[in-house]
Every structure is written in structure tokens, then in C-alpha cells.
């Protein structure tokens, strides 16, 4: 746009160049008509000077009817010599049967008497008429302007043709004088060409100036710069039109920075709003959409903008952009991955003018992600503690409705009925327990005791307690061996031991309970820069990759039947989650499917000396 115009391509040139072809037009025709006229008029007055006194003709008629052909030359050549030849005309007088009589050539006398070639002589004396005609010479390149007039002797009524005078005089002077005249009426049209040029380019610049200047504001207005101002040279319209654009410029300016300051007030809040905005023209295409938007769609800015908001949000199939524009209600939208769940809540309203023209769409789109996994895990969890619950009442109920109609009377079916409703009994206080546990933890309401204590005495005596558990059942359904490993070094951590005991068992009973019999349970113990690290391995069938990301959710079981048989809640690893982020740790599992499991338990550790502990406890 503000490339630079080359000066035949400007208005100056433009102005000046109309002005030099109205005026070469003007001298032109007026040129033309002056030279024509030139033309005529000499020709004119050349041929008046080309005719012969009458006198003269009616003494060549005369001498031409004299019988004596000498005497009649000789009076005719007398004659030639009067007339006023001003043009240097060659003049012949030839008579009735074409021989030339006399001749005003000095230099070619020779010819008289002798018979005339001239078919235009010829001409005239056969045909009896006067001929008057141009000719022009190629090879000396000349004009000739040639009369050739009948001589003609009358007596009385009868009239005869005595001869004709020939006349042939050179037109070069006529057409000289003409040609200097046209030449110095050129030479003038010239110079004032050239002038009247200079002062049109004089004339065009003053003219345009202004125009030139208030281009220049307009390019600066355009970029963006509205500093300049252009300069009124007068009140005429130039003028008006200067004024003009300088209001123009300074309304210009403030509605920019009107605009700039709403502009920027709206990227500031689109920027940090933590919901997604699309907005779209009529035809359901974006036009503006932030990057939390973006983000949630996993798209970019230059990507999105331009497509329709029906591929943006993969609703294409299932809705027309006529549908959300007559019921723009609010949808529900999954886009959950394998690596990562999104579900977005999209809201539409119409972007309408007052005349109630819809010129567009905006989609605003909240997470509600955590909002659903709430509502779901909500959900599961009433489902299983009433289906929890519902199978030991089942049962309860069952054995007790068989005592109350005389089972009770069977010395050897009641206590087998009563210690089955006793264990049922206590798996439901034990799983109402734990959910008190859980629902004191979740509302920070559990009282946590901390003390330091030796990690390497607590993970033994829990430990030692298994290994007692197994010498002592004379019996036991399943064998299993515990290998230690742990560092040397005596590890204190500022824990809650009776907590902390319940998660060691709960690791420990699980990693029992899924291990074959025979099997290697496998504790660790060790320390890091700022970390103490426990881990209890089991020889097991694993957890499926599917289902670690769950598997410290509450109820949540891998195996429900073998679970259910072995007497498990469900929320022992729930509950150890717990314990160990309120002491600051973290808990994790390493699984392969059928190649057992390693759960992790990291807690912040920083070493002690034996003297800072006895300090302490004096």
C-alpha cells in the first residue's frame, strides 16, 4: 500500500499530461485549419496572377488568323515579350492544328513551328474546352500549376479556334513560403507545448500538493501512527478536505484506543479465565477462542480459528449448527483419553443484535472433570457399602430366622450358626470402623500421635508377628516365608505408630493372601538422601495394568469374589493412602500381571544422632 508511485504514474504527470494534449489538440486543429487556409489562399492568388489581359488573348487570336505564318511569329513573340510574366511561367501559343507558334523560352526557341506532344493540348484544341489542372513532377519532385486556354476569333455570329495558349509556371515558391510559415507555426506550437507543460506540472503540483499530504496521513492513520497533521493551505475544498481528514485522525485515534483498552481488557480476562470461550461468526466457524479453550481441546489458535465449531468439538454427528442456534442449551462432552479424563460442560448463547439478527454463536466450556469422578465415586461408593453391608445382614438374617424356628434347640447346628452371625457381626463393625476412620481423615477431624520412633524395630515387631501367627496355628492353610532386608543403620522417623502399624499390616496381610502357598513375602527397608523407603513384595498373579490407577480407591477390588471370601473390606489400601499422606509419605505399586506385586511406602526422613535423641527426650 505505500509503495512508491513512479512519477509517470502520478497525478502530477497525469494533470500536466492532460494539459499538453488539450493544448496540442487545440494548436493541432487550429494548425491545420490555418495551413489549409494558407493554401488556398495563395493558390489562389497565384492563379489570379497566372491569367492572361484579354487584350493579349484577342492579339493572339488575331495574329494566329494571319495568313502569313512569319509575320504572325514574329508579332506573336512581340507579344509574349508584354506580358507580365510575375510568375516565370512558360507560356506557348500554339494554333488550331498543334503546331507551337511562339514560345516565351528563350533558351528553347527551337521548337516553334514544330508540332506539340502535349496530349493535354491535344485535348483541348479536339475537344474545344480550356483545361486547368496540378501536376506534379516525381523525379524533380516540383509542382506545376498548368492553364491551357482556347483562342477564339469571332466574326460576326460565327466564332472560330485559332489556338490555345498553353501557361505552366512551378507551384515550389508557393509551397515554400507555405512550408516556412507552417514550420515557424509548429516551432511556436512547440515552445508552447513545453511551456504550457512546465507551468501544468507547476500548476498540477500546487494542486496535489495537499492531496500528496493527506495521502501520507492517511498511510500513517493506517499504520497506526496518528501524530502527523496536515497542512491547510486555503478554505477552498482542498482545504475543507485537509480539515476534514485532520478530525478524521484525531476521532480515529481515540476510538483506537478506545478499542485498544477494551481490547486488552477482554484479552485479560479471556487470558485468565479458568473456562474456555469460542466465539463464531454466523456461519458457525470460530473467530476467537482462548488459550484455556485451546488447552482443553488440545488444539492451536491458528488451528481452531476458521473451523467450524461443530468439527472443533466433535459434535457433528449428533447436532446442526441450526439446532444450537434454536436451542442453545447446554451439552456434556467426553474427552477422555488413556493417558488423561476430561469431561467439559459446553454452555451456548446467541450473539444477537437489537434488530435481532443472530451474527453468531459463544461456547463457553467448564471443566467439570473432578465435578463427575465426584458424582461417580460418590455413586459407587453408596452402591458398595450397601452391597457391603447387604451380604452379612443377608446372612445374619438368615441364621438368625433359622435359630428363631428351632435351630436353636440343635446342640450341634446352633453354635456353627451363632459363631457364623458372630463373624459376620464383626466383619460389618470392622468395615464401619474403617469408614469412620476414613470419614475422620477425609474432614481432618483424626487425631494423629507423633512420636520418633525406630522404623527398623516397628517393621520387625509387625514382622515377627506374622512369622508368630504361622508357628502357632498347628495347622495352617497356607505357608508362606518372610525375607528381610533391611539397611544396618537404625532409621528414627516422627511417625504415628498405632496408624503406621495398621498400614504395615495391611500390606502384609494382603501380600499373604495373594500369594501362592509356599510363597516368599519379601520386606525391604532402606534410606535415601531425604527418604525412607519400605516395600513388602508377594510371589502372587499381580494387578492388571488397568486396574493400578484404582487400586487405593475405596471398595475397590481386583479379584470381589476372592476378596469377599478372604474376608476383605476393600478399604485397607483406602485407609493406608490415607495414613501416609497425613504423615507426609507417599504409597505406591509396581505390578506385572502374574509376577506378584511391590507396594512402596516413601516417607520424609532426616537422619539423627543418638545424642540429639536422648537430648530431646531429657
Not at 447387604?390 to 450358626?417: C, N
Request: net charge negative; with cysteine; glycine share 6%.
Amino acid at each position: 500500500m505505500n509503495s512508491k508511485i513512479k512519477f509517470f504514474q502520478s497525478i502530477h504527470f497525469k494533470i500536466a499530461l492532460v494539459f499538453a494534449l488539450l493544448l496540442l489538440l487545440t494548436l493541432e486543429i487550429v494548425g491545420a485549419v490555418f495551413v489549409r487556409q494558407l493554401e488556398r489562399q495563395n493558390l489562389n492568388t497565384f492563379k489570379a496572377q497566372q491569367v492572361v489581359q484579354t487584350y493579349i488573348v484577342n492579339r493572339f487570336s488575331d495574329e494566329l488568323s494571319t495568313t502569313s505564318t512569319t509575320k504572325a511569329n514574329k508579332q506573336i513573340k512581340s507579344t509574349l515579350s508584354e506580358i507580365n510574366n510575375t510568375n516565370n511561367a512558360q507560356i506557348r501559343i500554339i494554333d488550331n492544328k498543334g503546331t507551337i507558334r511562339g514560345t516565351n523560352e528563350v533558351d528553347n526557341q527551337g521548337i516553334v513551328g514544330q508540332k506539340t506532344t502535349d496530349n493535354n493540348i491535344k485535348n483541348a484544341i479536339y475537344n474545344n474546352r480550356d483545361v486547368v489542372r496540378t501536376t506534379y513532377n516525381s523525379q524533380n519532385n516540383s509542382r506545376y500549376y498548368t492553364t491551357i486556354t482556347r483562342l477564339i476569333r469571332t466574326q460576326g455570329n460565327n466564332s472560330e479556334l485559332v489556338g490555345v495558349i498553353y501557361m505552366r509556371s512551378s507551384l515550389d515558391s508557393v509551397y515554400q513560403n507555405i512550408n516556412q510559415i507552417t514550420l515557424i507555426y509548429f516551432s511556436a506550437t512547440f515552445v508552447a507545448i513545453i511551456l504550457g507543460l512546465v507551468m501544468a506540472i507547476i500548476i498540477s503540483r500546487a494542486i496535489t500538493r495537499p492531496i500528496d499530504e493527506m495521502k501520507k496521513q492517511t498511510l500513517r492513520i493506517a499504520r497506526g501512527d496518528y501524530s502527523g497533521h496536515v497542512h491547510v493551505y486555503g478554505n477552498d475544498e482542498l482545504g475543507q478536505l485537509a480539515s476534514a481528514v485532520n478530525n478524521l485522525s484525531v476521532r480515529v485515534e481515540e476510538a483506537q484506543e478506545s478499542t485498544e483498552s477494551e481490547r486488552r481488557r477482554l484479552d485479560s480476562v479471556m487470558a485468565h479465565m479458568t473456562d474456555g470461550v469460542i466465539a463464531t461468526d454466523r456461519r458457525g466457524n470460530v473467530t476467537i477462542i482462548n488459550e484455556t479453550a485451546t488447552s482443553f481441546l488440545d488444539t492451536d489458535t491458528d488451528d481452531a480459528v476458521g473451523k467450524s465449531i461443530l468439527d472443533l468439538l466433535a459434535i457433528r454427528d449428533d447436532y446442526t449448527l441450526r439446532e444450537l442456534l434454536e436451542d442453545p442449551d447446554d451439552l456434556v462432552l467426553d474427552f477422555s483419553t488413556k493417558e488423561h479424563d476430561l469431561i467439559l460442560q459446553a454452555y451456548f448463547s446467541l450473539i444477537q443484535r437489537e434488530s435481532g439478527f443472530i451474527s453468531g454463536l459463544v461456547c463457553v466450556l467448564h471443566d467439570v472433570t473432578e465435578q463427575q469422578k465426584i458424582d461417580q465415586d460418590r455413586k459407587e461408593f453408596v452402591s458398595n457399602v450397601s452391597h457391603e453391608l447387604r451380604t452379612p445382614l443377608t446372612s445374619v438374617r438368615a441364621y438368625i430366622e433359622s435359630l428363631s424356628e428351632g435351630a436353636w434347640k440343635d446342640p450341634k447346628v446352633a453354635p456353627q450358626f451363632l459363631k457364623v452371625t458372630q463373624e459376620e457381626t464383626d466383619r460389618m463393625i470392622r468395615m464401619i470402623n474403617d469408614l469412620l476412620t476414613l470419614s475422620r481423615m477425609d474432614s481432618g477431624t483424626q487425631k494423629v500421635d507423633l512420636e520418633m520412633v525406630n522404623l527398623n524395630e516397628l517393621f520387625n515387631y509387625v514382622l515377627d508377628r506374622f512369622d508368630m501367627m504361622l508357628k502357632q496355628d498347628d495347622r495352617p492353610e497356607k505357608t508362606y516365608t518372610i525375607k528381610r532386608d533391611f539397611t544396618k543403620r537404625d532409621l528414627w522417623v516422627e511417625i504415628d505408630t498405632d496408624r503406621f502399624t495398621q498400614v504395615l499390616d495391611n500390606l502384609m496381610n494382603n501380600a499373604i493372601k495373594y500369594s501362592p502357598d509356599g510363597g516368599v513375602v519379601t520386606a525391604r527397608l532402606l534410606e535415601t538422601h531425604n527418604n525412607v523407603i519400605l516395600s513388602v513384595s508377594d510371589q502372587g498373579l499381580g494387578i492388571p495394568r488397568a486396574d493400578i490407577p484404582r487400586i487405593f480407591d475405596r471398595f475397590y477390588r481386583v479379584d470381589k469374589a476372592r476378596s469377599r471370601a478372604q474376608g476383605g473390606t476393600g478399604l485397607g489400601l483406602a485407609i493406608s493412602k490415607e495414613v501416609v499422606q497425613m504423615l507426609g509419605g507417599r504409597i505406591w505399586v509396581d505390578s506385572r500381571e502374574g509376577r506378584g506385586s511391590t507396594f512402596y511406602i516413601s516417607l520424609p526422613y532426616k537422619p539423627y544422632d543418638e545424642e540429639d535423641l536422648w537430648d530431646e527426650d531429657n
